[in-house]
């Protein structure tokens, strides 16, 4: 398999805010070169990563 | 769990490939379901998108920068693939209907790098969206037995090296719902179903790598899309989107991090 596959516990982590107009942005956890997510359930986002070489 | 991974198939050569295993959180054990061949000797244009509706599912085969081989139905590269979660093949698929010469896995055909699939909670239909060449980037249905016309069509660009491809669109292929010239580099998309951005309802939010922006279509109305752009260059190259269940709002994978958008009064 060329990626990795990990499960995050969304909404951990807050660690930088950038405010537009009518949203925020928050970024939740850094990763190396994500590709795909999905919700599990609604706590959970699994997440696959490409692998490092 | 269904996975779209880049396959390394000896020689130098890889394919967009999926594999399926029973969903834990100890050991994952995948197992080939499908294999886009022929495997060719080149980093580029996996596709490598999945989206599941009911028994089905759809996946998006890049042509791999072998442009004409997206008009061979005889090849999987550059082609929307359904099959069953089991990896077997539906008997309604194109070939059984009315294209003998194709793959039975092959769906529609015609396109270069899709890197955006999802189903409209909304209409029940499949959409992509498709890394043009030097321009040509689109958002469109995903239509049984058609064919959007990759390397026939340029739709709207050019080579990188600035020889012309082909019309933008002409008849006998699908039409795209929005074009992008020059290119934004499309990627994820999904159709926005939720109670943080009500206004969205029903909207395509396109995502984007080289544009760095997150956009609305709205697409009611097929001979007036609406296009707005939310933000751009705030969180980088944007390469995922998912809407949240429950709460509505909005989750980016970038290159290198995990963004979560939510209305300021929240």
């Given at each position: 398999m060329s990626k990795n596959i990990l499960a995050i516990t969304i909404?951990?982590?807050?660690s930088s805010t950038l405010q537009a107009e009518e949203f925020k942005l928050k970024k939740i956890v850094n990763l190396t070169k994500p590709w795909g997510s999905s919700f599990i359930n609604e706590n959970e986002l699994i997440i696959t990563e490409k692998k490092v070489k | 769990m269904w996975i779209s991974y880049s396959e390394d198939r000896g020689d130098w050569k890889t394919s967009t490939s999926i594999a399926k295993a029973n969903f834990n959180r100890k050991n994952l054990s995948f197992k080939n379901i499908f294999q886009a061949n022929?495997?060719?000797?080149?980093?580029?244009?996996?596709?490598s998108r999945l989206v599941i509706k009911d028994n089905y599912l759809y996946a998006s085969a890049g042509e791999r920068g072998e442009?004409?081989?997206?008009?061979?139905?005889?090849?999987?590269?550059?082609s929307i693939i359904r099959i069953y979660l089991d990896g077997s093949i539906p008997k309604d698929n194109p070939k059984f209907i009315?294209?003998?010469?194709?793959?039975?896995?092959?769906?529609?055909i015609g396109v270069r790098n899709p890197q955006g699939l999802t189903l409209s909670p909304y209409d029940g239909k499949i959409y992509a969206s498709n890394h043009g060449a030097k321009g040509g980037d689109w958002f469109g249905e995903i239509k049984k037995g058609e064919n959007y016309g990759w390397k026939i069509l340029g739709w709207g660009g050019t080579n990188y090296s600035g020889t012309k491809i082909g019309p933008k669109w002409k008849p006998g292929f699908t039409k795209a719902i929005q074009y992008w010239v020059p290119s934004i580099a499309a990627s994820a998309i999904t159709i926005y179903k939720g109670n943080e951005f009500k206004e969205w309802e029903g909207l395509a939010l396109i995502t984007s790598l080289k544009d760095m922006s997150l956009r609305t279509l709205d697409f009611s109305n097929l001979n007036n899309v609406q296009e707005n752009i939310?933000?751009?260059?705030?969180?980088?190259?944007?390469r995922d989107i998912q809407i949240?269940?429950?709460?509505g709002k909005i989750y980016f994978l970038t290159q290198d991090a995990l963004w979560l958008m939510e209305k300021i009064n929240d």
């Open positions: 909404l951990l982590f807050f | 022929p495997p060719i000797d080149s980093g580029y244009h996996f596709g442009g004409m081989i997206a008009q061979d139905p005889s090849k999987h590269p550059g009315n294209k003998k010469k194709w793959l039975p896995e092959i769906y529609q939310i933000f751009k260059k705030k969180i980088g190259r944007i949240h269940p429950i709460t």
